[in-house]
Structures are given as structure tokens and as C-alpha cells.
């Protein structure tokens, strides 16, 4: 069988980060990709680990991303859409120029990666995992242009599978809630109501770790899923199916 090859954008540090090795060591060869060359410089760099320092929302991004990962790896079978941006505020408090930012690199750097990486590759056996946010599809508090972002992958996930899943590439989504990173320590240490509408209202107890979400990405680029496509897959603890209030 062929040794799958995989792109995952945002790999420095964080999700992006834990997506990247989980891959690796299930096998795969990857292309890790971030803007940051600090946060690449501490993963791997062998036969099977490729880095690529690169900005998501370039114009000529997807054509370098792609172009990098055949000419280094291979032809890629795998893209999972990581990269993006958070600390959002409400509608009002969001001019036209950041919420213009939070649509390049939360949306149209999905968009586009996706559509350069089916045009691209062939063949079946190709999955797309986007990075998605259950805000996507439940209201929160000064959100506003992330919230509408990861809502269009969301609806971006579903029209791209209906359209490619015939030509062999299943398109899936994961919709994380709070997943402890360095973006997010700050914020659960020192606001008190962000921690009561999060983490005190998650069944499982406890926010989530990269692992988390790595592992659901993992499944979605297996063989085990597929006959999977089009879905968005929460991963949250059970927090959007519950109405759970710590004691």
C-alpha cells in the first residue's frame, strides 16, 4: 500500500502541532506548515516529516503548499485545515478590516487550499479535514467574525463533499469547543465568566487537549471512515448536547 501523504497547515504549536505528530506516528508522511518558523523548529525533519514555512492567506499559498509536498513528499492524499485565528469580539466591536482578516485566515485560506488540493491531486482514497468550532453552529459571546468563519466551513464542508466525494475525496469537518492551548491558557486563568461558560459546563469535566482532536483526525483520514463524508464531528465533551452546570 501506498505510505499516505498528508498537509496540515497551522502545525506549530497547539492543534495544528498535535494533528502533525499523530499522523507521523500513525504512519503517514506530512507536510507541516506554519507562518512561524520558531514553532516548526522543534518538530521532526526526516524522510517522512517535511516543514514549510508559509502564510495560509498568500496569493500564491496553495500553489506553494501543494507544489512543496509533491516535490518533497509526494503526491498528497490528505489536507487538514488547521490554521486559524480566535479572540474575536462582538459585531459591533469588529471594523471591516479585521473582520476581513478573520475571514482570510479562518475561510478563504480553507477555501482555496481545498480547491487547489482537489484540482491537483487524483485518484480515490483522498480525504479533507477542516478545522471547524462548535461556534460555528451555536451562538457565544463576542464572537462575531470567528463565529461566522468557522460557520461557512462548516457550510463549506458539506457543499465540497456533495460535489468531490464522487471523484474519491471524502471532505469531513471536526468542530472542537475549548481545547487547552497556549491561545486559550491565558484566557481560562484570568476571565472568570469565559471559565463558567466553558469548562464549568462541560460534562466531561475538563477542557480538551490537542490529543483530542488530533485522534478524531486521525480516524477521519483512516480507512475506518470510509464511508464517512460531508459531516461535522463535535468535539467538546459534551458540552453543545447538554445543558451540564458544575455543582
Known amino acids: 500500500m501506498t505510505q499516505p501523504i498528508a498537509i496540515v497547515t497551522g502545525a506549530g504549536s497547539g492543534i495544528g502541532r498535535a494533528i502533525a505528530l499523530r499522523l507521523a506516528r500513525d504512519g503517514m508522511k506530512v507536510l507541516a506548515i506554519d507562518r512561524n518558523p520558531e514553532g516548526l523548529k ?8 517535511s516543514t514549510l514555512v508559509a502564510d495560509v492567506t498568500a496569493e500564491n499559498a496553495p500553489e506553494l503548499i501543494i507544489d512543496t509536498a509533491v516535490d518533497q ?3 498528497p492524499t490528505v489536507l487538514v485545515n488547521n490554521a486559524g485565528m480566535g479572540n474575536a469580539k462582538s459585531a459591533l466591536d469588529t471594523p471591516d478590516e479585521i473582520l476581513d482578516r478573520y475571514l482570510d485566515v479562518n475561510f478563504r485560506s480553507v477555501f482555496r487550499l481545498s480547491r487547489q488540493f ?22 457565544f459571546p463576542g464572537s462575531a467574525p470567528y463565529s461566522a468563519a468557522k460557520a461557512a466551513i ?5 457543499q465540497m463533499a456533495a460535489d468531490y466525494t464522487p471523484q474519491g475525496v471524502r471532505i ?16 481560562m486563568a484570568s476571565n472568570t465568566r469565559y471559565r463558567r461558560l466553558t469548562v464549568d459546563q ?8 490537542p490529543e483530542d ?3 478524531t483526525v486521525a480516524f477521519l483520514c483512516s480507512r475506518d471512515a470510509d464511508y464517512i463524508s460531508g459531516q461535522t464531528i463535535v468535539v467538546d465533551g459534551g458540552w453543545t448536547a447538554t445543558r451540564y452546570m458544575v455543582e
Open 42 to 49: 522543534s518538530l521532526p525533519v526526516c524522510g517522512d516529516f
Open 73 to 75: 513528499l509526494g503526491p
Open 118 to 139: 482537489v484540482g491537483a491531486t487524483g485518484g480515490p482514497g483522498r480525504a479533507i479535514v477542516n478545522i471547524a468550532s462548535v461556534f460555528g453552529s451555536v451562538g
Open 154 to 158: 462548516i457550510g463549506l464542508t458539506r
Open 172 to 187: 469531513n469537518a471536526i468542530a472542537p469547543a475549548l481545547i487547552a492551548t497556549p491561545a486559550t491558557a491565558d484566557r
Open 202 to 209: 462541560i460534562p466531561a469535566g475538563r477542557p480538551g487537549t
Open 213 to 215: 482532536v488530533a485522534g
